[in-house]
């Protein structure tokens, strides 16, 4: 199995100038040899039908930056800064993997940008969901979900580092999992699944285990 | 064409669970871009040959973790500690895979230090005043052997290059022959037929030209 995997952009000043970089974390690296699945990392639009065509599944990880709010009709919350526009590449990957019915995972700011692509919008300015590394925080699964099947259980505990979170959902979509103030934790349409956790920093093998198990022809 | 491209692991203190990355500069993108070539970073070692079967050469990138001197059968040097990410070992397996089939190989900065280690060469572990900070400003001077890659490149004895490195080859891996020194005598290039390594950073340079030049000349 092959899957793609978009490199997230992030500047690291201090190493100008080689300070622009397109980013994989590494925890994707120890899990997907664990699973033994050939990660493609993405960069750009050229040829990306290629990269489709021999890829299973796509992955939208998390994004340092976020989606820039023109792209649901806002404005930047005041203070808010949007860097670099990763959404363009996004929704070309993302268009070329629906029509090919092939599974997508949204992790993070990639949750955010599947539920803006499909019609959603977000909220800018989330409060206390920026956890400490290894701290959690419970978040409640609906029965009936991708996510139940995994973990067989409502009530789990989760990692949490953003700052936004969808607001108004995109359309077909379902809300399957929520944190105890409220904020959509996960979103499932079909093969189209968004967490806003980071499954990988867990090492939680058995998420992408089943999802690859449950959505891959 | 597809161009399969190693990315470098770099560690970011204070940004866990987040902190450790492979990643690659934005030069190559927009180089790639330009040229229309699509690249396959890679990042693990693991099913490198279908990586291999994938594509038609191999870009190793600058990075900022050294060879370990051990594998050049010497000691650290007192004023070098090596604790950083040791790539060498997956570097090299990509290196074997894609030389053993004739697939065209090119090095950049580190790139060329590895491939100079792989190939049985040596590295200075230590050397004065080759980081030059001042993007593309700070450039020093270098002489293109004729009869060599880089030399139909260029066309060019010399020309001026970026400089970013602190450690350079020593002894020159057998079979290859340098093909540009700098004034003060640092090997700038190696090429042993179509695996070709340089010591400055041409993507910082936007030298579209280089990239091009290799690809067409050596991908068959």
């Given at each position: ?14 190493d100008y100038p080689?300070?622009k970089?397109?980013?994989i974390?590494y ?6 040899d ?14 990306i ?5 021999m ?14 709010p023109?792209y649901y009709?806002d404005?930047p ?8 526009d ?5 929704k070309e990957?993302?268009?070329l993997?629906v029509k090919?019915?092939k ?7 990639g949750?955010q ?5 499909f ?6 300015n989330?409060?206390?969901h920026?956890?400490e590394?290894?701290?959690k925080h ?13 973990y ?6 989760i990692?949490?580092f953003?700052?936004q ?27 189209i699944?968004?967490?806003q956790w980071?499954?990988e920093?867990?090492?939680d093998?058995?998420?992408f ?6 959505f891959?022809k | ?15 866990a669970?987040?902190?450790v ?11 790639f871009d330009?040229?229309?070539i699509l ?7 693991n099913?490198l ?24 059968n ?13 790539e ?7 290196v074997?895979?894609f030389?053993?089939a004739?697939?065209?190989i090119?090095?950049?900065?580190a ?9 049985g060469g040596t ?13 593309n400003?700070?450039k ?11 030399y ?8 001026k290059?970026?400089t970013?490195?602190s450690?350079?080859?020593k002894?020159v891996a057998?079979?290859?022959k ?14 042993n037929?179509?695996?070709?390594g340089?010591?400055?950073h ?8 280089l990239f ?8 068959k």
């Open positions: 199995m092959k899957v793609a995997i978009v490199g997230r952009l992030e500047d690291y000043e201090e080689f300070n970089r397109y980013t974390d925890p994707f690296r120890e899990m997907f664990v699973l033994n699945i050939l990660i493609i990392p993405i960069l750009s639009r050229i040829n039908e290629e990269i489709e065509s890829c299973d599944a796509l992955i939208l990880p998390g994004s340092a930056i976020g989606v820039d023109k009709n404005v919350f005041p203070g808010k800064e949007y860097k670099y990763e959404y363009k590449l996004d990957v993302i268009d993997f090919a019915k599974p997508i995972l949204g992790i993070c700011g949750m940008t599947l539920n803006v692509y019609g959603g919008d977000l909220n800018q989330v409060l206390n920026q956890l590394d290894n701290s419970k978040a409640k699964i609906m029965q009936d979900s991708f996510l139940y099947s995994v067989q259980k409502e009530d789990i505990e990692n949490s953003h700052r979170a969808v607001r108004k959902l995109a359309n077909n979509f379902k809300v399957t999992a929520t944190s105890e103030d409220g904020i959509i934790e996960a979103i499932e349409y079909g093969n699944i968004g967490v980071h499954p920093a867990l090492k093998i058995e998420f285990d089943k999802f690859f198990k449950t891959v | 064409m597809r161009i399969a491209i190693i990315e470098r692991l770099d560690k970011e203190e204070g940004e669970p987040f902190e990355t492979y990643y690659l500069n934005n030069y190559y993108k927009e180089i330009k040229l229309d690249l396959i970073p890679v990042i693990s070692e099913r040959e279908e990586v291999f079967e994938l594509c038609d050469g191999l870009i190793l990138t600058g990075g900022k973790n050294d060879v370990y001197p051990k594998y050049y010497e000691e650290p040097i007192k004023e070098r500690t090596y604790d950083t990410f040791d060498f070992p997956f570097v090299k397996k990509a074997e895979i030389n053993k004739g697939k065209p090119l090095g950049i900065c790139g060329i230090q590895e491939l100079n280690v792989i190939f590295l200075n572990q230590s050397i004065p005043n080759h980081s030059f900070k001042k993007y400003i700070d020093h001077e270098i002489e293109i052997k004729k009869d060599s890659f880089l139909k490149v260029y066309n060019t004895e010399n020309m290059v970026n970013y490195h450690q350079s080859v002894n057998p079979n290859f340098v093909t540009a020194v700098s004034k003060d005598g640092v090997i700038e290039a190696i090429e037929g179509n695996i070709v340089v010591q400055w041409p993507e910082a340079m936007y030298d579209t030209k091009g030049e290799f690809f067409k000349t050596f991908v």
